[in-house]
């Protein structure tokens, strides 16, 4: 049966709970109400007040605790509403959570998980639509994970869920009910630190995460019917970065497009362009392209569609590249 | 005795109106009579308003809207306290605010339509935009009111918080300062019993909000936030300490939410018809009005008349919000920074392209000029 | 009655043992010889290895050191009335509370001598390293011990804080959750009057710091922090009420910072010395001789043969610091992941070739093995 | 005279605030204390308690209460203690700062200037040598700038304040008292967003900012011993970049190796490698190094000199670009 993300995460947090009573949910309205966006719905029902949590508007408090849960032996699963809302955490995250295990020489460690949605394109409210994963894959310590299919979304909160460190799990909400595909009904793990060849292709890489992987499979079908075959690279993590699947999809066609939501200044893109040039200069047939949401806030949602880079964008770069 | 007693407090509750409409003569403020009616007309104004926004919002024909159904008093009062140059900050559940100092509600349903030229308030008031991210704005109101306390300028900052958004760090932290400082601000904390789905008593263990204040060496109140003559006297009373240089004032008005939290919520999952039934009977529109009845200053064809008017002018505003063009994309790189520098004058060519490129395969049809200051 | 009052509370102090040694008889906990003697220990062992460390950084032998002098019962009474299987979070000015918990003062030298090795905890303690963001362990702390009531361990969590921290947002959101979920968390404002040149009365207007528990639904003391009895009195008591499910406090211990803030501060750039020696007379370890002395439990001849153990004890301390090898640098990559992701694997090799480039220049010499789990 | 980089800074201070009443600092001990590296030294007794105040312990109330007062029409200049503090105050750079000009179409500006220490080898404790810029750089609506000399750090401190936008303002340090030199007595503006041609090369360009500067000069020397003749770039404005100063230095030379002190991956330095890239591919001899800090927490300080890149590291690295 088809489900969407919402209903695959939904599935994931449900059976590493059953497999494990250490792992509980925490945040604001995840509870009787199941989550703004429902991917905690009926969790409290079948685990009970003491395992999903909802807490006072808090977010440090959310997250600290969190951490102390996860310190004190337990498996945390914070949710932060909304991405928009992710800048009261950082620090946190940045003084704490990247930082516990190696201050404290590995007595400490902090096993939880970051849940928040990500990215635009649901014509939500301001501040609701943001991409703030560059303040975290800045931050040392940490891992982070951006599923774009249901199929991965499962297996990789059940594998944030059991990983020693401190995740944060990316949730596209332009994909959550948009995104449907087979999932298995088993638990299965989705490695971290793996991406995923979601098109094969010779020309160019496609390189991207998040709702952004949609945008650029819908390039790379119409790329197809001007006869330019795009391999899409679905990067799942972002940190640690699956830097061979990276390198090489670049070093096969040569070529390169990141497609992104964020402010492309000093956004992740910036450090995959870095790592290729790098690494894989000689291979490069052009200089890699960054597609990326404008260096301005994202406007008001009237105007998002001409902030988030659409197929048309992608398509444009992946022009220039090729005749460069 | 084994234990000193250093300090002590208590926390008070101020009522004056009640739902029957009977009211405390040695608390009735007394106000004019076109102080009254003017309160009385803008909360039935936002009531008329705030029905068609949630059903243009039913039809498609808005983006995510937060009623504030029962939260009128709470709204419209404190605002109608205040001097135009006095800082008013209200949170995003704030068009009632905003409307009581005078911005067209057109501004309100572009806002909430998902267009930025929605942030517009009167000129030569002293109106701030309201945070998303809860509470944000709270350190700011501080500083908002230190500027006039510095600068000696007689204004005061009034700004609003929910129940909720007092968990927030930041509640304390602006408490601190304005503590501190003794700063001229005032928070009104509208308690409206739920953030979200979470209600009041899961939100903190504190008996009450307004007891908070004491943790900050600030004036502290719970004000009954569906009678608008109590929220008037414990606001105006705020106000005036706050000029004298009396500091900053904690007011928590206890109100309800009759409404969903937004158009995006579903209230009926977490709370029972007989709650928000309850406090129906305590609606802060027909309170007052029974008031004025009671004073003969009112009667059911001005009831009617009042009502026209102001479908008439929601009407309107609806109409203006609707017929507005749409933005040019271009807008969104206007006032980003008082001089654009070369990166967003170089990304701005590329949209500007990009749309050229839309218009030539007529995915986009003819733009409105661009609007605000580039660079 | 104009208004209705909702709630009432009153902050009050305890102290038991006055600066001249008197006793509250009805108050006094009367604690068992050994454990009378053990906190007197350890009280002056720490003041002692806190005057050598203060030197042994003017000498150039240690980094920053923070100094606790006259903070002594605050520092070493509450970890007495712990479990090793409690929480203990002290601050980066924590050295005293960890040591009364049987932490190696070797190991505080060697964290404020820059080496990472420092950080090490008596295994079977729950101990936590402290924040160096001031209150940013607060939220944490609340988590360890919402942790202990959610798997039914009776274990408890207890922090410190500083005047200071408690401006922090960290502060309300910690005791919001604390409070709300009513957690067996003890949290002490070790209040002693400077938060480096900034006094108590200019941090926050409240009156004192404990009434601040009230707005959390949380228990709120103040208890004189130079009174080692009244600290053991309200920590127990405190405990004891977490333990019983009872929920969290918040001990306001009054006391004094004797010396700078740290050794990178001047204290006389914005102090007096009348303060400072008006505050030298309540010290809390003479009041406790004083006590003993007087119950006949100490005399001189055993004050000096505490005071050369305890030189004994520091200066072995401190022989270990100074013959610990220097850490090879390599070290800094172990522990920052359960297994070493593929960069810092690259990143390591690279550095272990610098080091090499730099042994075979003779900037480097020989290094120790590396330490720390890698990958 | 020659005077430091402390010194130049208070007088930068000093002479906007008898230029412009509106003027004023805050922060913890800046007032009495003069600040804890004496940046404000004798300022609250020239300007008084209302100009120079000494503020609570926190962060956030700090930085809030500078954009109320900077909308209000003052000038704030904040000071957040070290930089390792910072995280706690993103919440207002990213969700605010740089956005209230935007989100309320130029009716609220906030002309406001956030001070921080910046970087490592100072021997400081814990969380006191940190290198956030990149939290920073990604923010858009703001300027980020950091002098390397005394006269820089007088001109563009002068040029902060008077900047009718939110700038931040780090000081490395490292050269609070070692960077010494003349500055003119009277006050000057130094360009926000303009490099600094630190030093003439030919063979390679050594991109940096802040106390790196130094030692790319140092490596430039002893790299001059070898023969090999590098320029070095010193940025100065890390946001608005001077991108032409970037570009021009890289196409003349070829060759260019980037210098920071942060954690690199997702660092600015991986913007900088990527715009270089982007632009001036084909006048590129061999792939942009970037020398960074290690994608771990700064250890403790007996090991922070393995941390910070030395000269050797930069050396090791213009050899491996002049092999390429
Ligand atoms: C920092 C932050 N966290 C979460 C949210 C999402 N959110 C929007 S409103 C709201 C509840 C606010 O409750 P309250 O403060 O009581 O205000 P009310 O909605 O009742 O007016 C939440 C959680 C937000 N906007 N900001
Ligand atoms: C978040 C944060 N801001 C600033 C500092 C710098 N700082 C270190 S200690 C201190 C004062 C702390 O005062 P208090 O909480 O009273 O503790 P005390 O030093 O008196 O023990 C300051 C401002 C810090 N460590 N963390
Ligand atoms: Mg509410
Ligand atoms: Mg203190």
Not at chain 1, 187 to 196: E, L, N, S, V
Request: proline fraction near 6%.
């Amino acid at each position: 049966m088809e489900i969407n993300l919402v209903t695959a995460i939904n599935q994931g947090l449900r059976q590493a709970m059953e497999a494990d009573d250490r792992v509980l949910l925490l945040g604001e309205d995840v509870g009787l109400n199941g989550g703004v966006f429902r991917v905690t719905e009926g969790l409290q029902k079948q685990f009970g007040a003491d395992r999903v949590i909802d807490t006072p508007l808090a977010e440090l408090g959310i997250v600290g605790a969190s951490v102390g849960l996860a310190i004190y032996g337990l498996r945390p699963v914070c949710e932060i509403q909304f991405d928009g809302f992710l800048p009261a955490v950082l620090d946190q995250v940045i003084c704490h959570i990247g930082r516990l295990r190696n201050r404290s020489r590995g007595r400490h460690t902090v096993p939880m998980v970051l849940r928040a949605p990500h990215g635009g394109l649901i014509h939500a409210p301001e501040h609701h639509s943001e991409s703030p994963e560059a303040y975290f894959t800045h931050t040392p310590g940490i891992k982070v994970v951006i599923p774009s299919t249901p199929e991965d979304a499962k297996g990789l909160i059940i594998s944030s869920i059991e990983d020693p460190d401190p995740v944060v799990f990316f949730e596209p909400k332009a994909l959550y009910r948009a995104a449907k595909g087979e999932v298995p009904e088993k638990p299965y793990r989705t490695p971290i630190g793996k991406a995923r060849l979601a098109r094969e292709g010779s020309d160019i890489s496609l390189i991207s995460w998040g709702a952004m992987v949609h945008t650029c499979l819908k390039a790379a079908d119409e790329l197809n019917a001007d006869g330019i075959s795009a391999e899409v690279i679905d990067l799942r993590t972002l940190a640690p970065l699956d830097i061979e699947a990276v390198l090489s999809s670049a070093e096969k066609t040569g070529r390169v497009v990141i497609a992104h939501e964020a402010p492309n200044t000093g956004s992740f893109a910036a450090e995959l362009s870095a790592l290729i040039h790098e690494r894989s200069l000689l291979k490069l047939q052009a200089p890699v392209r960054r597609v990326g949401g404008w260096d301005i806030r994202m406007p008001l949602f009237r105007l998002e569609k001409y902030y988030v880079p659409d197929a048309d964008r992608v398509i444009r770069a992946v022009k220039q590249v090729l005749s460069f | 005795m084994p234990l000193k007693t250093l300090d002590q407090c208590s926390v008070e509750r101020l009522e004056i109106l009640a739902p029957d409409g009977s009211v405390d003569e040695a608390l009735d403020p007394r106000l004019p009579r076109e102080t009254l009616l003017h309160m009385y007309r803008k909360m039935v104004e936002i009531r008329v308003f705030d029905e068609k926004a949630f059903k243009l919002q039913r039809q498609g024909r808005l983006g995510t809207y937060p009623q504030i159904l029962g939260q009128e008093a709470t709204q419209i009062v404190p605002a109608l306290c205040l001097k135009p140059k006095d800082w008013l900050v209200p949170t995003y559940r704030g068009q009632g605010a905003y409307f009581a100092r005078g911005m067209q509600l057109r501004h309100s349903l572009l806002y909430w339509g998902g267009d930025d030229r929605g942030v517009k308030f009167p000129e030569g008031n002293n109106d701030m935009i309201f945070s998303i991210p809860v509470g944000t704005h709270l350190t700011q109101v501080a500083g908002l009111a230190w500027g006039a306390k510095l600068r000696k300028d007689p204004s005061v900052a009034l700004t609003y918080l929910g129940d909720g958004t007092s968990s927030k760090g930041d509640f304390h932290e602006a408490l601190t300062f304005a503590g501190q400082f003794k700063l001229p601000a005032i928070y009104i904390i509208e308690n409206n019993h739920w953030a979200i789905s979470v209600p009041r008593e899961r939100q903190s263990a504190s008996k009450t909000l307004a007891q908070k204040a004491w943790g900050y060496g600030a004036f502290g109140l719970q004000v009954d936030g569906n009678d608008a003559l109590a929220v008037h006297r414990a606001v105006s009373e705020a106000v005036a300490r706050a000029r004298r240089g009396e500091g900053p004032s904690v007011l928590e008005c206890e109100t309800y939410r009759l409404g969903h939290h937004t158009t995006a919520d579903d209230a009926s999952r977490y709370r029972s018809p007989e709650e928000v039934e309850a406090w129906r009977k305590k609606d802060p529109v027909l309170r007052l009005k029974l008031y004025l009845q009671a004073k003969k200053l009112w009667d059911e064809a001005q009831e009617s008349s009042l009502l026209r008017e102001a479908e008439a002018m929601v009407q309107e505003e609806i109409a203006a919000y609707e017929s507005t063009p749409p933005p040019n994309p271009l807008n969104m790189f206007a006032d980003n920074y008082a001089s654009a520098p070369w990166h967003l004058i170089e990304q701005r060519a590329e949209l500007e392209e990009l749309l050229k490129g839309k218009q030539s395969r007529r995915e986009v049809f003819e733009l409105p000029p661009a609007e605000g200051r580039f660079p």
